[in-house]
């Protein structure tokens, strides 16, 4: 069983940061590209951001296209999403989850593309 668990969530006025962490199995984690996905209340989950295996491919939605950087450290089986300038649209429950492939494919990441998530962590956006 692999187990996906994300961190880092919380309260924050448009405008601000947050820093959401996500840590996987071991040879799960290192061998696989990982990615973001959000649901907003009544709204269907959307892809966020891809990473691939080497960190050498890596996908984002448009709108959050330079306020959202991905990163990974293999290391330490961690994923990262620094989300800047955050927008109230912003607000969902974000979820990380684990590539059927190394290597991102597509403009964003997309359900099927994925395997394993995590539980998710809420991050809202006051205006």
């Known amino acids: 069983q692999v187990q996906v668990v994300e961190s880092g969530g919380g309260l924050v006025q448009a405008g601000g940061s947050l820093k959401l962490s996500c840590t996987a199995s071991e040879y799960t984690f290192k061998t696989y590209a990982m990615g973001w996905f959000r649901q907003a209340p009544g709204k269907e989950r959307e892809g966020v951001s891809c990473?691939?295996?080497?960190?050498?491919?890596?996908s984002y939605a448009e709108d959050v296209k330079g306020r959202f950087t991905i990163s990974r450290d293999n290391a330490k089986n961690i994923l990262y999403l620094e989300m800047n300038s955050l927008k109230p649209e912003d607000t969902a429950m974000y979820y990380c989850?684990?590539?059927?492939?190394?290597?991102?494919?597509?403009?964003?990441?997309?359900?099927?593309?994925?395997?394993?998530w995590g539980q998710g962590t809420q991050v809202t956006v006051s205006s």
């Open positions: 989850a684990v590539g059927r492939w190394s290597v991102c494919s597509g403009p964003r990441p997309v359900d099927d593309d994925f395997n394993y």
């Open positions: 990473i691939g295996q080497s960190s050498i491919t890596s």
